[in-house]
């Protein structure tokens, strides 16, 4: 059994995969039904409308997009994120397409260095004493 606090309300519960409480991840997907539906039937609205309108912080909406669960459509021209990189206007997310490739093709090239360093890690001793050879 693991048991840690919830990262919203800081209850202890039996840990099942999400750093969420059963009580609070429910309410979150409560949240985010009620946003989801009022942002179909009003494309137009701002995020301080559907705050108000859903009665959940603009914070909570804004993770949202951030988080990827909450997509935009083209109609929703009144809500808006910045691209955590570049500054470019994107419908959900943290990254653009162009900055997201880059960070992926720099990621890459990192692992593929550790890849390569990973094969000059072996060491290995000789025992005169057994003639083994020994690897660490």
Same mark, same amino acid.
């Given at each position: ?11 202890? &519960? ?25 942002? /179909? ?7 301080? /409308?559907?705050? #108000? ?40 997310? $943290? &990254?653009?397409?162009?900055?997201? $490739? ?21 060491? &290995? ?7 083994? #050879?020994?690897? &660490?």
């Amino acid at each position: 059994m693991n048991i840690k606090n919830c990262k919203r309300c800081g209850k202890l &519960y039996n840990y099942t995969g999400f750093d969420l409480c059963p009580e609070c991840f429910n309410k979150d997907e409560e949240d985010f039904v009620k946003i989801r539906d009022y942002i /179909e039937k009003n494309p137009q609205a701002t995020v301080v /409308e559907v705050s #108000k309108a859903t009665d959940v912080e603009v914070k909570r909406i804004l993770d949202f997009l951030k988080e990827g669960r909450l997509i935009l459509g083209s109609k929703n021209t009144n809500i808006s994120l910045t691209c955590e990189r570049c500054g470019k206007k994107i419908l959900s997310g $943290r &990254y653009c397409e162009s900055c997201s $490739r880059e960070l992926e093709k720099s990621l890459r090239s990192v692992l593929d260095v550790d890849k390569r360093d990973e094969s000059f890690e072996k060491l &290995y001793l000789r025992d005169d004493k057994k003639d083994i #050879k020994r690897k &660490y």
